[in-house]
């Protein structure tokens, strides 16, 4: 906490300096008329110069002068030391039929998943403005809008532990997270997934002065299975390695607002049951358009959509929303 004491005890000297001379300009300005003399208080160049380094440390030391992007704050977690975090996404079903609890399989997926709610809540240590380290405990509850407690039960499983960096490098805002995760929930674990390494990267830069922004996603991960034979069905859907890349474009019409679209051009899987470790299967392309609203800076609501753009229809489309929340 010594940081932000620096940071306001600069904005107090600043506040203060600024009130000490209006009050000086107030009293010469009423002496004019009285004809008293009287003195305003000045700070010398030494004070000016110190007070200025105090100014320029604590904005040093605050990471939304370098990011804009409201997602990448959030995610970034909260600006204190110790905090604790929320996220949250739901996988809701096609867009046509709202009341399904099932959700069609896009984007080369194999392995049928019921709509989900699902998240990772934890706590957040803060090692300066760009690194901070997440532990957390994943919550999972599937079909969460057609099920009571006792039909599906939320539970806590696939816990986490994140490396966020997040900063602003040669005018392009970056932000990436190093996660493991051990693999816990049903989907996973009922085709002997044991945990994943991934790394998720995103780069955002503004457009000149305009409120667009262009920017990627680079995603990796590498999921790793028991050793015990399996069918031919569950080799099939045993997605050991992903490689993709999403280029993304933004418009802010407010700065707590932003439309976006996103669109694959690199979806790369590998499955357990590929010939090699080096060939591919190039999965289908899909697309998102979503709205992301911070009404606070550690708060962030994105609805969006899902879908394949070779194959645009009401049942190929997912409705989804990220909540993420940080105190």
């Known amino acids: 906490m010594t940081k932000y004491k620096d940071y306001f005890l600069g904005i107090l000297v600043c506040c203060s300096a600024i009130a000490l001379l209006a009050g000086g300009y107030a009293l010469a300005d009423d002496?004019?008329?009285?004809?008293?003399?009287?003195?305003?208080?000045?700070?010398?160049?030494?004070?000016?110069?110190?007070?200025?380094?105090?100014?320029?440390?604590?904005?040093?030391?605050?990471?939304?002068?370098?990011?804009t992007d409201i997602q990448m704050r959030a995610l970034s977690g909260?600006?204190?030391?110790?905090?604790?975090?929320?996220?949250?996404?739901?996988?809701?079903?096609?867009?046509?039929?709202?009341?399904?609890?099932?959700?069609?399989?896009?984007?080369?997926?194999?392995?049928?998943?019921?709509?989900?709610?699902?998240g990772n809540v934890g706590l957040r240590y803060r090692f300066d403005k760009s690194n901070s380290l997440f532990m957390a405990i994943g919550v999972y509850k599937s079909d969460p809008l057609h099920t009571n407690e006792a039909q599906q039960p939320v539970t806590f499983n696939n816990p986490?532990?994140?490396?966020?960096?997040?900063?602003?490098?040669?005018g392009l805002q970056f932000g990436s997270d190093l996660e493991y995760i051990q693999s816990t929930v049903p989907y996973q674990t009922d085709i002997n997934q044991i945990g994943q390494v991934a790394n998720y990267l995103t780069i955002v830069k503004q457009l000149g002065h305009s409120r667009f922004d262009v920017g990627a996603w680079l995603?990796?991960?590498?999921?790793?299975?028991?050793?015990?034979?399996?069918s031919e069905k569950i080799a099939a859907e045993q997605n050991d390695i992903a490689l993709q890349a999403f280029p993304t474009l933004d418009y802010r019409p407010d700065d707590k607002v932003k439309l976006w679209t996103s669109v694959a051009v690199i979806n790369q899987m590998h499955y357990k049951s590929n010939a090699g470790f080096f060939q591919f299967t190039p999965a289908t392309d899909y697309q998102y358009f979503g709205v992301g609203f911070a009404p606070t800076r550690n708060l962030y609501f994105d609805p969006y959509v899902a879908?394949?753009?070779?194959?645009?229809?009401?049942?190929?489309m997912i409705f989804n929303l990220t909540t993420d929340i940080n105190f």
């Open 31 to 67: 002496s004019s008329d009285t004809g008293a003399s009287t003195s305003s208080y000045h700070l010398s160049s030494s004070e000016k110069e110190k007070l200025k380094e105090k100014v320029d440390k604590a904005l040093a030391q605050d990471l939304d002068k370098d990011v």
């Open 160 to 170: 986490m532990i994140d490396w966020n960096y997040t900063t602003k490098i040669f």
């Open 219 to 230: 995603n990796t991960w590498y999921d790793y299975f028991g050793t015990q034979p399996v």
């Open 307 to 316: 879908f394949e753009p070779t194959q645009v229809a009401f049942n190929r």
């Open 78 to 118: 909260a600006k204190s030391q110790w905090s604790s975090s929320y996220f949250f996404h739901y996988m809701g079903p096609a867009i046509n039929d709202l009341a399904s609890g099932t959700r069609p399989l896009i984007g080369g997926q194999r392995n049928p998943q019921p709509t989900d709610l699902d």
